[in-house]
């Protein structure tokens, strides 16, 4: 069982710059995928950004290609989401995931596909 937990969320004025970290237990991290999602009020979950097991495989979002950068510390057991130029728009409580490589490698965009949540960081952005 895997445990996530996130944090660096906050508040940030529009063109500014967060990094989220998400700090993982309970299971061998190096086996694991990492995603992140966001949700906004009264809109469904949507996928961020996704890590491969080993960090040499990196996903997108069109809205935050450019911008954002998901790395990951596998010594550490912890994911990064490094967010440039944020816009209200990225304003979103954000979660990071995780599922078994072997499991979710094709899959990376879809929330159904991860079995391990965090409890959320929220990411306000004002202009």
């Known amino acids: 069982q895997v445990q996530l937990v996130e944090s660096g969320g906050g508040l940030v004025q529009a063109g500014g710059s967060l990094r989220l970290s998400c700090a993982a237990s309970?299971?061998?991290?190096?086996?694991?995928?990492m995603g992140w999602f966001r949700q906004a009020p009264g809109k469904a979950r949507e996928f961020v950004a996704a890590?491969?097991?080993?960090?040499?495989?990196?996903y997108y979002a069109d809205s935050v290609k450019g911008r954002f950068t998901i790395s990951r510390d596998n010594a550490k057991n912890t994911v990064y989401l490094q967010m440039n130029s944020l816009k209200p728009e990225d304003t979103a409580v954000y979660y990071c995931a995780a599922e078994n490589q072997v499991r979710v490698t094709g899959r990376y965009y879809s929330a159904s596909d991860y079995s391990y949540w965090g409890q959320g960081t929220q990411v306000t952005v004002f202009s």
């Open positions: 890590i491969s097991w080993k960090g040499g495989s990196t």
């Open positions: 309970g299971g061998t991290f190096s086996s694991y995928a």
